[in-house]
């Protein structure tokens, strides 16, 4: 199974972006996906996570401004983030979480 993020970029304080990892395989569907994010010179922490069935979940400093989804059919999760800020810049990385598997990452930068 790979992970293959994209969507990453630079980004004004107060702008959006759409993160996409993409899942090889058959197993897509069954998986709890998440994404992480790491932050120059700090630990990877977790950004939000989504459930085989959809539920999702977000650490509060995004909450209200960062949305998981999942399309099962496309083997895709995505992350919308919006109203982005300084701090939110980092490498984004995408996690399959019953089989630990990880993307290679993208850098996201909030910058004026």
């Known amino acids: 199974v790979q992970l293959v993020e994209s969507g990453g970029g630079v980004v004004r304080p107060g702008g959006s972006l759409r993160l996409s990892c993409a899942v090889s395989?058959?197993?897509?569907?069954?998986?709890?996906m998440g994404w992480y994010r790491q932050a120059p010179g700090k630990e990877r922490e977790w950004v939000a996570s989504i459930t085989r069935g959809g539920s999702p979940s977000d650490t509060d400093s995004v909450k209200g401004r960062f949305t998981i989804s999942r399309d099962d059919a496309k083997r895709t999760v995505f992350l919308e983030m919006s109203n982005m800020r300084p701090e939110d810049t980092g490498v984004y990385y995408c996690?399959?979480?019953?089989?630990?598997?990880w993307g290679q990452g993208t850098q996201v930068t909030v910058s004026s």
């Open positions: 395989g058959n197993i897509f569907s069954v998986l709890t």
């Open positions: 996690n399959a979480v019953q089989i630990d598997g």
